[in-house]
C-alpha cells in the first residue's frame, strides 16, 4: 500500500519538483514526522532539511504573531471584561462560567473573517427582542442583561487591542491577521515553493491564504480523497473538497491534486457491537492480542483510533503486555488523575473550612487519598491513618489546626503548613506549591517517573496562575481559584513517549490526519460520539451562525464523515467496534456510517457484522458455612466462661454467621463520625437518663412529686449523657437540636405516663440497670456455660412483680406472645420474648421469686404501655402472662437445646437467608 503522503512525494518528484527545496504545509504536527520520514526515502543525497509547517505554525509565522496560553487569555478577556463601564459586573469565580464560551465564539468570528462589529449588533437585536415587554421600563436585571450584550463590542476591541499591542493572539485572532498580511509575506518571499498537503475542512482566513498562494502560482494543494466521494453530489465525505472545487477560480483551470481510487479496493471490514464502553477498550485489547499471536506484522502498520477519548486508560490496561512496541500520541487528561483527586481534596478542604474548623468529611477524603498518605507516612508510620482512627474514635465533627496537631503533635514537624488558614486564593496557591515541593521529594525516593511528569504539570499550572495573578493584580477568593484550577486542568493532557514510526499507534480520530494504515481498530462508533452530534457550546444562535457562514452542528458533522472514510480508504483490515448499549453518557445508537456502510454497494461486500459478549457465568449465591474446628470450639468455650448476652445468643438465631461475625471475631460496624446521633446512640442515652433519674427512688413507692421533680431535671440529665456520648456535638443547630427535644419529649412523655399510672396503681421500685450472671447446668459440656445480662428495670405494681426492659425502637405485641416454645430459639421474631426469658430465668435463680411477669416498654409509643410476655395456645386464645418455674423450666431446656447446637462441632454455622 502507497500512503497518501508517499503518493504526493511520489507525484511531486514525477513533475520535476526539488522536494528538498519545497516548503511543506501539513494539518497537523504529528503529520510533520511522518512527511520527514517519506522524505527521506526520496532523498539520496546529503541536504538541508526542507521547511515542513504545521498549519498553525504557518498561520503564526505569516501573522508575525505568537499565540497565548488559555491562562493568558482567561485573565486577559477578564481584565478587558472590567475595564468596560458596565453597573454589574461579574467576579472572576461568575466569569469563568461564561469566558471560556465567549473565547470560542471570538476565535470563530476571526477564523472566519466575520465582521464582529455587524455580528454583535445582531446578537444585541436578537436579546433586545426576547426580551420586549409592554413595560417601558426593564427590571434591573434585564436592564444589566442587555447592557452586557451592548458591551461586546467594547470587551472585543480592548481585549484583541491588547493581545496585539503584546504581539500575541488567540487562533482566531492570529489566523485573522495572517489573512490581512498575506500580500506582504508573498512579496518576501517570491522565490519560495509551497505545497498544502491533506487539507480537507478549511476556515475562511485559511481558505483566503492558500488561495493567494495558488493564484500567485507559488503553490500546489493535494486533497486526500477518493474519486467515489468526489463523484457524489450528496456524500458528506466530500462536502468540503467539492466546495472548494466548484467555487474556487483556481480550480477553473486546474485540477483536483492528490485524488485516488483506493477506497473499492478488497479490504476485510469487521463491525463489532460490545455492551457498554469498558467492555469496548477490554474487545479491543483482546483483539490485538489475538492479531499479535496470529501475524505480528499486522500491528507493525496498524492504529488503534479512540473515538471517544476518555477510553485511553480503560484500554491502556487492556493492551497485553507481549505487545512491546506501542506509541500513544494523545495525551491522557490531568483531570482523570489520581493527583487531580488529590488537588480536588486539599481545595475542598479549605473551600469548606468555617469557624468550627476543617469538617470531618472533608479532611477524611484528604486523609485518605494516596498522595496524602505519601505525605503523612514517616519512616513506616503512616500518620494520616492515625489522625483518621482519632477522628473515628473521638467522634470529631470539626478540627481545628491546634486540635490536628494535639492529636498528632509529630505533623508540626511534617507537614503542618498544609493545614494554615487560607484568606484568598493566592495564600492558597502557596500552599499548593509548598505541597508539590513536599510530593517532589517523597515521589523522588522512589523514583516514579510517572508521579514526577504528572506533578511537573500541575507546579506548571500553579506557576501560571501566580504569575498572572500578580501581574493582573486581581484578588481571588478560593471557590474562584479552584474554578480556574480545574477549567485549565480540564485543557491539559499528560503526553506519552514512544517511536511514532513504529508498533502500534494509538490516538484520536484528528491525529490521524493524512495517515495512513493497514490495520485500523475505531472504537465508540456511536451516534454523538462519531459524530459528535448536535453540541452547540456557543452564545451565537444557529440561525445567526447561518447568516454569517459561521460553522454549525452539519459543518462538524462533515468534517467527522470526512475522517471516518478517508482513513478506511487505503486500509486493508477495518474492525468498527460500537456500543450496544446507548445512554447518554456513552453515545447514542450506532452511527449512521456504519449503516451507510453496510449499504454502500462499493463496501459492504467486504463487511462482516457480529456481537461480541463476554462469556457471563451462572454464580449461583452459596450460603456461608463455617465448619467448627477445634480452635474455634475453644473461641467458643472462652465466650461461654465470660458469658453469654441474651443479644448475642438472638444474633446467633438471627443468622449464625451474624454470631460468628459478631460474638466470635468481633467485627462490628464500621467505626463512623456521627455528625448527628446515631439510633444506636440515640438508645444509650435515653437508657442512661433514665437509669439517672430513676436511680435514687429505688427501693421506694413512687409518687407524684418525685417524678414531677425528675421531670424537671430532664434537659440537664439529657444534656450531659448527650455530651458524654457525643462530645463534640453543637445542640445549638440543626438534627443535634432536633434529636435532643426528641429525647426530651420522649422522657417527659414517659414520666407522664408514670405519673397516670399512679392515679391508678401502686408503684415500687425495686431496681435499675441491674448487672445479673447464671451459670447454666449443662451437664454434656465440660466447661461452665453463663448467662449474662443487665435489666433495665425491676418493680411491683399493685403487688405484682414485674421485668421490663425499655426499648428505643418499633414493638409489636406478637413478638411477646409466645404460642409454639420451639419458636423461641428458631424464629427471630421472638427475638425480645427470648431476651425477657433470658433475664427472667436470671432473676428468678437470684431473687428465689416464685412467679412474675415480664414485658418491654417501648420509649417511642409509650401511649400503649406494657407489652408483657405471654404463652397462648391459639392465635386468638387467652394469654398467660405470668412467669412461674414451669415456663422458665420449658424455656431453660430450649436455652440449654441452642447452646449445646452451638457447641456441637457437626453443626457448622450456616448463613440463614433473610
Known amino acids: 500500500m502507497q500512503s497518501f503522503l508517499e503518493n504526493v512525494l511520489f507525484q511531486l518528484n514525477k513533475n520535476g519538483d526539488r522536494l528538498e527545496e519545497l516548503t511543506y504545509i501539513v494539518p497537523s504536527k504529528r503529520a510533520v514526522i511522518f512527511l520527514n520520514k517519506h522524505l527521506s526515502s526520496y532523498l539520496n543525497t546529503p541536504v538541508f532539511a526542507p521547511k515542513i509547517y504545521s498549519i498553525e505554525e504557518f498561520i503564526a509565522e505569516i501573522a508575525g504573531l505568537e499565540y497565548a496560553t488559555n491562562t493568558e487569555l482567561l485573565f486577559e478577556l477578564y481584565s478587558s471584561y472590567s475595564k468596560v463601564t458596565l453597573e454589574q459586573k461579574d467576579d472572576f469565580s461568575s466569569f469563568l462560567k461564561w469566558g471560556q464560551t465567549l473565547l470560542q465564539d471570538f476565535n470563530e468570528i476571526n477564523r472566519y473573517l466575520v465582521d464582529h462589529n455587524s455580528l454583535f449588533q445582531y446578537l444585541t437585536s436578537i436579546q433586545k427582542l426576547n426580551n420586549w415587554g409592554l413595560s417601558a421600563k426593564k427590571s434591573e436585571l434585564i436592564s444589566n442583561y442587555l447592557a452586557f450584550w451592548n458591551?461586546?463590542?467594547?470587551?472585543?476591541?480592548?481585549?484583541?487591542?491588547?493581545?496585539?499591542?503584546?504581539?500575541?493572539?488567540?487562533?482566531?485572532?492570529?489566523?485573522?491577521?495572517?489573512?490581512?498580511?498575506?500580500?506582504?509575506?508573498?512579496?518576501?518571499?517570491?522565490?519560495?515553493?509551497?505545497?498544502?498537503?491533506?487539507?480537507?475542512?478549511?476556515?475562511?482566513?485559511?481558505?483566503?491564504?492558500?488561495?493567494?498562494?495558488?493564484?500567485?502560482?507559488?503553490?500546489?494543494?493535494?486533497?486526500?480523497?477518493?474519486?467515489?466521494?468526489?463523484?457524489?453530489?450528496?456524500?458528506?465525505?466530500?462536502?468540503?473538497?467539492?466546495?472548494?472545487?466548484?467555487?474556487?477560480?483556481?480550480?477553473?483551470?486546474?485540477?483536483?491534486?492528490?485524488?485516488?481510487?483506493?477506497?473499492?479496493?478488497?479490504?476485510?471490514?469487521?463491525?463489532?457491537?460490545?455492551?457498554?464502553?469498558?467492555?469496548?477498550?477490554?474487545?479491543?485489547?483482546?483483539?490485538?492480542?489475538?492479531?499479535?499471536?496470529?501475524?505480528?506484522?499486522?500491528?507493525?502498520?496498524?492504529?488503534?483510533?479512540?473515538?471517544?477519548?476518555?477510553?485511553?486508560?480503560?484500554?491502556?490496561?487492556?493492551?497485553?503486555?507481549?505487545?512491546?512496541?506501542?506509541?500513544?500520541?494523545?495525551?491522557?487528561?490531568?483531570?482523570?488523575?489520581?493527583?487531580?483527586?488529590?488537588?480536588?481534596?486539599?481545595?475542598?478542604l479549605h473551600i469548606n473550612k468555617s469557624k468550627n474548623g476543617f469538617f470531618y468529611q472533608d479532611l477524611l477524603k484528604f486523609l485518605s487519598n494516596p498522595y496524602t498518605v505519601t505525605l503523612f507516612t514517616e519512616g513506616a508510620i503512616d500518620y494520616s491513618k492515625k489522625l483518621q482512627e482519632k477522628i473515628h474514635n473521638n467522634n470529631w465533627v470539626f478540627l481545628s489546626l491546634n486540635q490536628i496537631l494535639a492529636?498528632?503533635?509529630?505533623?508540626?514537624?511534617?507537614?503542618?503548613?498544609?493545614?494554615?488558614?487560607?484568606?484568598?486564593?493566592?495564600?492558597?496557591?502557596?500552599?499548593?506549591?509548598?505541597?508539590?515541593?513536599?510530593?517532589?521529594?517523597?515521589?523522588?525516593?522512589?523514583?516514579?517517573?510517572?508521579?514526577?511528569?504528572?506533578?511537573?504539570?500541575?507546579?506548571?499550572?500553579?506557576?501560571?496562575?501566580?504569575?498572572?495573578?500578580?501581574?493582573?493584580?486581581?484578588?481571588?477568593?478560593?471557590?474562584?481559584?479552584?474554578?480556574?484550577?480545574?477549567?485549565?486542568?480540564?485543557?491539559?493532557?499528560?503526553?506519552?513517549?514512544?517511536?511514532?514510526?513504529?508498533?502500534?499507534?494509538?490516538?484520536?480520530?484528528?491525529?490521524?490526519?493524512?495517515?495512513?494504515?493497514?490495520?485500523?481498530?475505531?472504537?465508540?462508533?456511536?451516534?454523538?460520539?462519531?459524530?459528535?452530534?448536535?453540541?452547540?457550546?456557543?452564545?451565537?444562535?444557529?440561525?445567526?451562525?447561518?447568516?454569517?457562514?459561521?460553522?454549525?452542528?452539519?459543518?462538524?458533522?462533515?468534517?467527522?464523515?470526512?475522517?471516518?472514510?478517508?482513513?478506511?480508504?487505503?486500509?486493508?483490515?477495518?474492525?468498527?467496534?460500537?456500543?450496544?448499549?446507548?445512554?447518554?453518557?456513552?453515545?447514542?445508537?450506532?452511527?449512521?456510517?456504519?449503516?451507510?456502510?453496510?449499504?454502500?454497494?462499493?463496501?459492504?461486500?467486504?463487511?462482516?457484522?457480529?456481537?461480541?459478549?463476554?462469556?457471563?457465568k451462572s454464580n449461583i449465591p452459596r450460603k456461608v458455612v463455617i465448619n467448627k474446628s477445634p480452635m474455634l470450639l475453644e473461641e467458643l468455650q472462652v465466650l461461654a466462661t465470660k458469658g453469654f448476652s441474651p443479644t448475642s445468643l438472638t444474633n446467633y438465631i438471627r443468622n449464625p454467621i451474624e454470631f460468628y461475625r459478631k460474638n466470635i471475631l468481633k467485627i462490628d460496624a464500621l467505626n463512623e463520625v456521627e455528625e448527628s446521633i446515631a439510633l444506636n446512640t440515640f438508645g444509650t442515652i435515653i437508657h442512661d437518663a433514665l437509669e439517672d433519674l430513676y436511680s435514687n427512688f429505688v427501693t421506694q413507692r413512687l409518687t407524684q412529686e418525685m417524678l414531677l421533680d425528675a421531670k424537671q431535671k430532664v434537659p440537664s440529665v439529657v444534656q450531659r449523657h448527650f455530651n458524654k456520648s457525643h462530645s463534640e456535638a453543637d445542640l445549638t443547630k440543626g438534627k443535634n437540636l432536633i434529636i435532643y427535644n426528641v429525647i426530651i419529649k420522649y422522657i417527659e412523655d414517659f414520666i407522664a405516663y408514670e405519673i397516670e399510672q399512679l392515679k391508678k396503681h401502686q408503684i415500687i421500685l425495686l431496681g435499675v440497670e441491674l448487672n445479673l450472671r447464671l451459670e447454666l447446668n449443662i451437664p454434656e459440656l465440660a466447661f461452665p456455660v453463663v448467662l449474662k445480662g443487665k435489666i433495665d428495670r425491676i418493680d411491683e405494681i399493685d403487688g405484682q412483680l414485674r421485668i421490663l426492659d425499655y426499648k428505643t425502637g418499633t414493638v409489636n405485641p406478637s413478638e411477646v406472645e409466645l404460642m409454639e416454645w420451639d419458636s423461641i430459639v428458631t424464629d427471630k421474631k421472638f427475638s425480645k420474648a427470648f431476651q425477657l426469658l433470658c433475664y427472667s430465668l436470671m432473676y428468678r435463680r437470684k431473687e428465689k421469686k416464685a412467679s412474675f411477669e415480664a414485658g418491654i416498654i417501648s420509649i417511642k409509643k409509650i401511649s400503649a404501655g406494657v407489652f408483657r410476655f405471654a404463652t397462648k395456645s391459639s392465635t386468638r386464645g387467652p394469654k398467660e402472662h405470668t412467669i412461674d418455674p414451669d415456663v422458665l423450666s420449658v424455656f431453660e431446656s430450649h436455652l440449654k437445646e441452642l447452646i449445646l447446637e452451638i457447641f456441637n462441632p457437626e453443626v457448622p454455622f450456616t448463613e440463614k437467608e433473610d
Open 407 to 616: 492529636a498528632i503533635p509529630i505533623l508540626q514537624n511534617l507537614n503542618s503548613k498544609i493545614f494554615i488558614d487560607c484568606a484568598n486564593g493566592q495564600d492558597l496557591l502557596k500552599i499548593h506549591q509548598y505541597t508539590i515541593e513536599l510530593l517532589k521529594e517523597k515521589i523522588s525516593e522512589r523514583n516514579s517517573f510517572y508521579d514526577l511528569e504528572q506533578l511537573y504539570q500541575f507546579y506548571r499550572i500553579t506557576n501560571q496562575i501566580e504569575a498572572h495573578l500578580d501581574t493582573f493584580k486581581f484578588e481571588m477568593d478560593l471557590k474562584a481559584l479552584k474554578n480556574l484550577f480545574f477549567e485549565l486542568l480540564s485543557k491539559e493532557t499528560l503526553d506519552f513517549r514512544g517511536d511514532a514510526m513504529e508498533g502500534l499507534q494509538i490516538m484520536g480520530m484528528l491525529e490521524s490526519r493524512v495517515l495512513d494504515f493497514e490495520t485500523v481498530i475505531i472504537t465508540s462508533v456511536n451516534e454523538g460520539i462519531l459524530p459528535s452530534g448536535k453540541s452547540n457550546n456557543s452564545f451565537i444562535p444557529y440561525d445567526v451562525k447561518q447568516e454569517f457562514g459561521l460553522p454549525t452542528y452539519k459543518e462538524k458533522d462533515a468534517i467527522y464523515t470526512y475522517h471516518f472514510y478517508r482513513i478506511l480508504q487505503r486500509a486493508k483490515n477495518v474492525y468498527l467496534i460500537y456500543n450496544t448499549e446507548p445512554d447518554v453518557l456513552e453515545g447514542g445508537e450506532k452511527s449512521r456510517f456504519i449503516n451507510q456502510l453496510l449499504t454502500d454497494e462499493n463496501i459492504n461486500k467486504f463487511i462482516t457484522h457480529s456481537i461480541a459478549s463476554s462469556n457471563v
Open 151 to 348: 458591551s461586546l463590542p467594547a470587551i472585543y476591541s480592548e481585549f484583541t487591542q491588547h493581545l496585539l499591542q503584546n504581539k500575541k493572539g488567540y487562533q482566531g485572532l492570529v489566523y485573522q491577521q495572517a489573512s490581512a498580511a498575506i500580500e506582504s509575506y508573498l512579496k518576501l518571499n517570491t522565490n519560495k515553493t509551497f505545497a498544502f498537503i491533506g487539507f480537507n475542512a478549511l476556515n475562511k482566513a485559511e481558505s483566503r491564504i492558500i488561495q493567494k498562494f495558488l493564484v500567485d502560482g507559488s503553490a500546489k494543494i493535494y486533497f486526500d480523497l477518493d474519486a467515489c466521494f468526489l463523484k457524489d453530489p450528496i456524500h458528506s465525505a466530500s462536502h468540503f473538497i467539492r466546495y472548494y472545487k466548484n467555487t474556487w477560480p483556481y480550480f477553473k483551470s486546474n485540477d483536483l491534486l492528490g485524488i485516488t481510487t483506493n477506497y473499492a479496493s478488497k479490504k476485510s471490514i469487521q463491525i463489532i457491537g460490545v455492551p457498554k464502553s469498558v467492555s469496548q477498550a477490554k474487545y479491543a485489547g483482546n483483539l490485538i492480542s489475538k492479531i499479535y499471536s496470529t501475524n505480528r506484522n499486522d500491528l507493525k502498520n496498524a492504529a488503534l483510533i479512540l473515538a471517544d477519548e476518555s477510553l485511553l486508560e480503560p484500554v491502556l490496561n487492556s493492551i497485553p503486555n507481549t505487545l512491546k512496541k506501542v506509541n500513544i500520541t494523545m495525551g491522557l487528561s490531568l483531570q482523570n488523575t489520581a493527583l487531580a483527586s488529590f488537588f480536588e481534596a486539599l481545595f475542598e
